[in-house]
């Protein structure tokens, strides 16, 4: 190719990027493989489990809500956290993961912009969609380790990552049958994204998490990842249920009482 010929083939490639790069202010924040997250949104859930723990200190019973999969649709993710709030009596919310549709650092920025400020406090679960490209590191440099257990109200919290398929990293099933090792007296909740039955629970997976929850059972387990509200019982006796995603316009409400855990499907009108 002469020299003219590459003038004229990249002229245009050239406009094209100047064009692209022309309303940003950085275009480089648009690079699919971003990790990084701003600075006030780093190490989120450093603040959120403190405010959890605050908001049911010295209650024996309290509720909370769990909802399923936001995965891009932020607006419905808002009306929602809206609705939970309003109803004045949900101490705090879970997210049961799939907070992004492709793992990008700006579906996690828009996420947590929803999600977090609000006069309630927001967890967040990692889920499949979540490890995407670099979504993984960029969920623990927004919230924090993804496997982590905390107490709030007398409760145990276990909140795991069992995503199998996009992980890149293996599931930590010994450190989760650890933490059921550890004597509690009050009621231990696990949460986590994939549900019992779903496909990547096939084999030997699946097998060892019964396993784990045979030998130690919790009060209640609740998940996201069907887009659907199911529940079912895991060997050992351990209730479960799924959230519905955030377009199905319903979140689960958790009552916990010393001796209980139940929980309601609730829509909104």
């Given at each position: 190719m002469n020299d003219l010929c590459a003038v004229k083939w990249y002229r245009p490639v050239l406009?094209?990027?100047?064009?692209?790069?022309a309303g940003c202010s950085d275009p480089?924040?648009?690079?699919?493989?971003?990790?990084?997250?701003?600075?006030?949104?780093k190490a989120l859930h450093a603040t959120t489990i403190p405010r959890i723990q605050g908001a049911v200190d010295g209650l024996d019973t309290f509720r909370?809500?769990?909802v399923g999969d936001p995965q891009l649709y932020y607006e419905e993710l808002d009306e929602i956290l809206d609705a939970?709030?309003?109803?004045?009596?949900?101490?705090?919310?879970?997210?049961?993961?799939?907070?992004?549709?492709?793992g990008l650092a700006q579906e996690f920025i828009w996420y947590a912009e929803v999600a977090?400020?609000?006069?309630?406090?927001?967890?967040?679960?990692?889920?499949?969609?979540?490890?995407?490209?670099?979504?993984r590191v960029i969920f623990e440099h927004l919230f924090g380790p993804r496997d982590?257990?905390?107490?709030?109200?007398?409760?145990?919290?276990?909140?795991?990552?069992?995503?199998?398929f996009e992980n890149e990293l293996p599931v930590q099933y010994d450190e989760l049958e650890r933490q059921l090792e550890v004597p509690f007296q009050g009621?231990?909740?696990?949460l986590a994204h994939i549900f019992p039955g779903d496909v990547q629970l096939n084999g030997p997976p699946g097998q060892r998490f019964e396993e784990i929850m045979l030998s130690h059972p919790v009060n209640a387990a609740f998940m996201g990842h069907l887009h659907g509200y199911a529940v079912g019982t895991l060997p050992g006796g351990t209730p479960w249920a799924t959230a519905p995603w955030v377009r199905g316009d319903a979140f689960l409400e958790v009552s916990v009482r010393p001796d209980t855990v139940t929980h309601r499907l609730i829509s909104l009108p």
């Open positions: 406009f094209v990027i100047a064009l692209s790069m480089f924040d648009l690079h699919p493989w971003e990790v990084d997250v701003p600075a006030e949104l909370f809500a769990v939970v709030e309003a109803k004045g009596d949900i101490r705090f919310v879970i997210v049961a993961g799939d907070l992004t549709d492709q977090h400020g609000r006069s309630i406090p927001v967890l967040s679960i990692i889920g499949n969609h979540d490890h995407l490209g670099s979504g982590f257990t905390f107490q709030a109200g007398g409760v145990r919290f276990i909140c795991f990552d069992n995503v199998e009621p231990t909740i696990f």
